[in-house]
Structure formats: C-alpha cells, structure tokens
C-alpha cells in the first residue's frame, strides 16, 4: 500500500506542476486514486489493494452550489486494478468497473432565498466485480432533494434526498456455495424500497479546503422475491484540498459499509471498511 501511495503522490506532484495557476470551468476531469478495503471480520483473508483511474463530468464544482431552473449532471466512470484481491475467492478478478450518475434539476427556492433548494433528483450506481462479495450490483433512486447553503466566508452545505428506489445484487462468492450449498440464485437478490441520503460539508473560504461527512441508506422493504431484503448503511468522511488552483484537487476519504441480508451468508457481518487518496484534475 506504501507503494500504491507513494505513486500517487509523484503523480499528483507531476501532474499539478504542469498546469498553468489560471482556472478555467470546465466540468470535465481525470483522476487517479489509490486505496484499500477489508472486512472488519476478516482483515487478513479479505484485504484488498489497488489503484484506479477515473474519467469525470461534473457540472457542479466542489464548492459550489444548486441555481434554479438549472440541470446538472455529474457522471463518473472508474476502472480500478487490485494488486491484491480477496484470497478466499477463486473467480475474483483484480479488476474492476463502476459507473455513477447523479442528475438534480432545483425548480424551487424555499423563504426566497437563493441558497435554499428543493429539487427533483435521479441516481445511479453500477458495480461490477465490486465490493468484494459482489459480481454485480446497481442501484437507481427516483425522488426529491434539498440544499441549503450557510455562511458567507466559510460556507456549510446540508443536503438531504429522499426518493423510491430500484436495487439488484448479483453475488458471486466461494464460500457460501461451497460450505452451505447455497446456489448463485439464492445468493442474488432484487426488489425495491426506500433511499435517503445526507450530505454534509464544510468549506474554508480562504483555502478552500472542505470537509465531507456523507451518510446513505437503502431499505428493500418490497418486491423482493422468497421473503428476500436487503439493506444498507453507508458512511462517508473524508477532504478536499485544492493544489495549485481549484482544477486540481487532492481527496482524501474514508468509508464505512455496512450491509443486511435476511440470511448470513458469509458466516460474519457483512461490514467493510475503505481508505483511499484521489488526485483530481479538471481541464
């Protein structure tokens, strides 16, 4: 991991040493992120480490804020590389893809003021080959969403969505198939519930440094099949720091998972633990 660190940090280094201090706004970026990620039951069998690349749209800069009547897009898709991958699981490849689409059009402010929005919002995330356990997993969220912005020097930003959502898991694992005969259809599972999410950063007007602290929540509480759910809880925190200007920014997070089934499959709780550091770089 050392290593895998240590590379990011040249690049990032080369990278942002070669791009001129003026900015510009353009929405397109490339990253490059280096992490790891285990179970908490299982750190030694289930540790993994990699570095990834990510190419990104994004329509609305860090430290900015939702305008009326505006549509925003911010898409990232991401391949990522293991130099090590779970130990236990024949079939795991080292690499894996993901893809997130988040769209948010405000069409209200609330008391009249500008930096208080409630908009209409549509989410997707696809994995594939992520997360360890999983083969395959998507999630689509349809619903509502409000943002208020706080502070004229420093500046906080709350958000909050609530929206009906789509979730579908395609596992793919050793252990349950070979020591509980569970076939891979008992192993998979889709239906629908609820989604909630709460967004919380802090921004420093002099540096522009911000602090995240973001939580998600999805209850499958209908349209599962044989009794089926699934449910998760997922906890964010990390920071934002701008290098040379706000085109290049360093990240550095921090993610906790927490995942429910109505059945244990893995014979432990099924929480996984993520470090990683991004370099940013918008053109």
């Known amino acids: 991991m050392r290593n895998l660190l240590l590379s990011a940090v040249i690049a990032t280094s080369f990278i942002s040493g070669q791009v001129s201090a003026e900015e510009a706004n353009s929405p397109f970026a490339v990253s490059i992120i280096s992490g790891m990620e285990a179970y908490e039951d299982s750190p030694e069998s289930s540790l993994s480490k990699g570095v990834g690349v990510s190419l990104i749209w994004d329509d609305l800069r860090y430290d900015k804020t939702y305008k009326l009547d505006k549509n925003y897009f911010r898409v990232r898709g991401t391949y990522y590389y293991e130099s090590d991958s779970e130990k236990y699981d024949e079939d795991r490849y080292r690499d894996s893809m993901d893809l997130k689409l988040h769209y948010q059009r405000p069409f209200m402010n609330i008391n009249n ?9 549509g989410r997707y995330e696809g994995h594939y080959n992520s997360q360890q356990l999983e083969e395959f997993e998507q999630l689509a969220v349809l619903g509502l969403g409000l943002n208020n912005r706080y502070g004229s020097d420093n500046f906080y930003d709350l958000g909050l969505t609530l929206g009906l959502a789509y979730s579908e898991e395609e ?25 909630f999410a709460w967004s919380n950063r802090y921004t420093f007007g002099h540096s522009g440094v911000q602090l995240v602290l973001d939580y998600s929540r999805y209850d499958g509480l209908w349209g599962y099949d044989n009794d089926k759910s699934y449910t998760f809880n997922k906890l964010s925190m990390g920071a934002i720091v701008p290098l040379s200007n706000n085109n290049n920014l360093l990240h550095f997070m921090t993610q906790y998972i927490d995942r429910e089934s109505e059945q244990d499959l893995i014979g432990f709780d099924d929480v996984l633990y993520r470090v990683a550091v991004e370099y940013v770089h918008y053109f």
């Open 113 to 121: 003021n500008a930096d208080h929005t409630l908009s209409f919002v």
């Open 171 to 195: 596992k793919d694992d050793d252990w349950p198939r070979e020591s509980q005969g569970i076939t891979e259809d008992e192993l998979n599972r889709k239906g629908y519930g609820y989604y």
